[in-house]
């Protein structure tokens, strides 16, 4: 086993030099590599040995038979105008001001239930349960004996009784509309003249209702949440988005995405709402998407893939200086690419240069290229294991500052 690994490792070895040495082959006549002076190392200061500049990329010429064997290609720099594709993942959820929950007003117990399962179909002021509470019947009553009292005042009466009772009677309407009694009901209680120790629960709101926590027969507390309905014609989209994108998430934009439920299809909302803190564990920003669903084919906890597309005509005050993503070769936070040198045929400039956001099949640069450059889109990792057949700084091998080196201390 052990012979069979050292093999192939051999394999390995030779066929690695077999390459490098394929465009060096020709070197001494003028095929492949034209090996260029190399910058002279200074004399020994002090015992200390100087190296070029740290960041510095020579230049590497090759023949013509050297380009085509590489699969030369070469891209002018230039200023456009891009689209920049910003992705969200995240989940359908409900929108939180088209949800409503009924609570028990009163302490009693549940003597009819009219919505009785999940899913049931209610419109806005439709009755949803009948609630029996004794409450009910103490306070009906101040409010029919304040209105009769008021009733009999005459006109001789005094006027700070004649306020009084008009102040009973005011508080007696707002004891009621504290228990859930709406104004209709009110009306209807004083047209009878007799108090009732029912109360008729109302939907607050039309849609589905996603929530029922009683039955028939159970006694409830004041506050306990008796159901909950959602209006699902109208949704949230919750994403998270990576902090480097946030300089493209705008309110108001419009975001597509699509559901597994439905491959192919493409839905649309648009950016509600940009949470002001980032989250420290995941280093993403909440982002919340309006999402219009009148044909009722999303559903909440759907899993979401959303794209953002910016049109992006100015970048730090001017047109962006683009190049083809294949030309960048990138290690890190470490991009080079390989200038072609207009008054050197075949020569090629290594260049260290900082790149901007992607944009499809582009890259904006921030710093390091003009517009009109000739950049290597294909054949610049050729180019690149080249310089490092040669021991020259390249992509993965950076100039970086030489071992010091003494010579002559004392004592030797």
């Given at each position: 086993?052990?012979?069979?690994?050292?093999?192939?490792?051999?394999?390995?070895?030779?066929?690695?030099?077999?390459?490098?040495?394929?465009?060096?082959?020709?070197?001494?006549?003028?095929?492949?590599?034209?090996?260029?002076?190399?910058?002279?190392?200074?004399?020994?200061?002090?015992?200390?040995?100087?190296?070029?500049?740290?960041?510095?990329?020579?230049?590497?010429?090759?023949?013509?038979?050297?380009?085509?064997?590489?699969?030369?290609?070469?891209?002018?720099?230039?200023?456009?105008?891009?689209?920049?594709?910003?992705?969200?993942?995240?989940?359908?959820?409900?929108?939180?001001?088209?949800?409503?929950?009924?609570?028990?007003?009163?302490?009693?117990?549940?003597?009819?239930?009219?919505?009785?399962?999940?899913?049931?179909?209610?419109?806005?002021?439709?009755?949803?349960?009948?609630?029996?509470?004794?409450?009910?019947?103490?306070?009906?009553?101040?409010?029919?004996?304040?209105k009769r009292i008021l009733k009999d005042i005459n006109e001789?009466?005094?006027?700070?009784?004649?306020?009084?009772?008009?102040?009973?009677?005011?508080?007696?309407?707002?004891?009621?509309?504290?228990?859930?009694?709406?104004?209709?009901?009110?009306?209807?209680?004083?047209?009878?003249?007799?108090?009732?120790?029912?109360?008729?629960?109302?939907?607050?709101?039309?849609?589905?209702?996603?929530?029922?926590?009683?039955?028939?027969?159970?006694?409830?507390?004041?506050?306990?949440?008796?159901?909950?309905?959602?209006?699902?014609?109208?949704?949230?989209?919750?994403?998270?988005?990576?902090?480097?994108?946030?300089?493209?998430?705008?309110?108001?934009?419009?975001?597509?995405?699509?559901?597994?439920?439905?491959?192919?299809?493409?839905?649309?909302?648009?950016?509600?709402?940009?949470?002001?803190?980032?989250?420290?564990?995941?280093?993403?920003?909440?982002?919340?998407?309006?999402?219009?669903?009148?044909?009722?084919?999303?559903?909440?906890?759907?899993?979401?893939?959303?794209?953002?597309?910016?049109?992006?005509?100015?970048?730090?005050?001017?047109?962006?200086?683009?190049?083809?993503?294949?030309?960048?070769?990138?290690?890190?936070?470490?991009?080079?690419?390989?200038?072609?040198?207009?008054?050197?045929?075949?020569?090629?400039?290594?260049?260290?240069?900082?790149?901007?956001?992607?944009?499809?099949?582009?890259?904006?640069?921030?710093?390091?290229?003009?517009?009109?450059?000739?950049?290597?889109?294909?054949?610049?990792?050729?180019?690149?294991?080249?310089?490092?057949?040669?021991?020259?700084?390249?992509?993965?091998?950076?100039?970086?500052?030489?071992?010091?080196?003494?010579?002559?201390?004392?004592?030797?």
């Amino acid at each position: 086993m052990k012979k069979g690994k050292c093999w192939i490792i051999s394999g390995v070895c030779i066929l690695a030099a077999f390459a490098g040495g394929y465009l060096l082959c020709a070197t001494s006549n003028g095929d492949g590599i034209q090996e260029e002076k190399k910058p002279q190392m200074s004399q020994m200061e002090h015992g200390v040995m100087k190296a070029p500049e740290i960041g510095a990329i020579p230049e590497i010429t090759l023949s013509k038979k050297a380009q085509i064997l590489a699969q030369i290609e070469v891209s002018e720099v230039m200023r456009k105008p891009v689209t920049i594709t910003t992705p969200f993942y995240g989940t359908i959820d409900y929108d939180e001001t088209r949800l409503a929950r009924i609570a028990a007003w009163v302490a009693g117990r549940i003597d009819a239930l009219y919505v009785d399962y999940l899913g049931s179909q209610v419109d806005e002021g439709q009755a949803m349960a009948l609630i029996y509470s004794p409450e009910l019947i103490t306070a009906q009553s101040e409010l029919i004996e304040s209105k009769r009292i008021l009733k009999d005042i005459n006109e001789s009466t005094l006027a700070f009784i004649k306020r009084s009772s008009q102040l009973g009677e005011s508080a007696s309407y707002q004891k009621l509309r504290l228990l859930g009694i709406t104004d209709k009901q009110i009306s209807e209680i004083l047209d009878r003249g007799i108090p009732s120790d029912h109360l008729t629960l109302h939907a607050p709101l039309g849609g589905t209702v996603i929530d029922l926590k009683i039955r028939e027969g159970v006694y409830v507390k004041t506050g306990e949440s008796l159901y909950a309905i959602a209006d699902l014609t109208a949704l949230w989209l919750i994403c998270e988005a990576y902090e480097s994108d946030l300089q493209w998430i705008k309110l108001g934009k419009e975001v597509a995405f699509q559901v597994e439920a439905f491959p192919g299809q493409d839905f649309k909302g648009t950016v509600s709402y940009i949470d002001p803190m980032v989250n420290e564990k995941t280093r993403t920003v909440r982002v919340r998407i309006d999402v219009s669903n009148k044909q009722n084919l999303l559903k909440p906890g759907m899993f979401v893939q959303a794209l953002q597309q910016t049109y992006v005509s100015e970048y730090q005050n001017q047109m962006p200086i683009v190049i083809p993503a294949s030309a960048p070769l990138i290690t890190g936070k470490r991009a080079v690419v390989y200038i072609e040198k207009l008054d050197k045929p075949g020569t090629y400039e290594g260049r260290v240069i900082t790149l901007g956001p992607k944009a499809g099949d582009f890259y904006i640069v921030e710093e390091g290229l003009n517009e009109g450059e000739r950049v290597v889109t294909n054949g610049n990792f050729k180019i690149d294991s080249a310089m490092q057949i040669q021991a020259k700084p390249s992509m993965m091998n950076p100039a970086t500052k030489p071992n010091v080196i003494f010579e002559n201390l004392p004592g030797e």
